[in-house]
């Protein structure tokens, strides 16, 4: 005779999951990656995220997520527009240039302003220029939903993947990006 099943109401709530169980389970789901950049008066800002997502076609909406403590997102909000950058295959060096919280993300990087007034980065497959519509507040994040006022698709090229903490999913053994994880970027992006 076998045991009747336990539904999980009958179960103790397991304890939730660490935040490095968290980032092990998340880093086998693969992502791209973003640059969401915006102009601060003549300054251009920026922040990789892999956050992000389509929410609706009609109306054209989109989503990304943002850190509470990053020092980029609250001056991006306070613009009220963005772009979004999807990353080619062959742009691993942008995304560590704006992943990381040092240094100069614009120097010596060739971009173009885009007549919504934001920072678009060349050689990019496609492109998302948005205004902000709405920002949820979730955990140590903002879920921040834009209103796409257009797309462009520059590059045929393919998106730079994010899995297992390095570029590519063909890769099985160290992370492409050695002692660096792209999921905990988000502590440090925005």
Known sequence: MTAEPRLPSDLDDPPPPTPQELRRAMGAFATGVTVITAL???EPL???CQSFASVSLEP???LFCADHGGRTWPRIRAVGRFCVNVLG?????VCLRFGSSRGAKFEGLEWDRSRWGAPSLRGVPARVHAEIQDVHPAGDHDVVIGLVRE???PSDGGPLIFFRSGFGVDRRETPAVPEVDL???GD???
Do not use: I, M, N
């Not at 295959?89 to 060096?93: I, L, M, N, P």
């Open 60 to 62: 054209p909406l989109v």
């Open 89 to 93: 295959e062959d742009q691993e060096e």
């Open 40 to 42: 601060d008066g003549d």
């Open 188 to 190: 440090h992006w925005g």
């Open 183 to 185: 999921w905990t970027w």
């Open 46 to 48: 920026g922040f990789a």
């Open 151 to 153: 797309v462009e698709t």
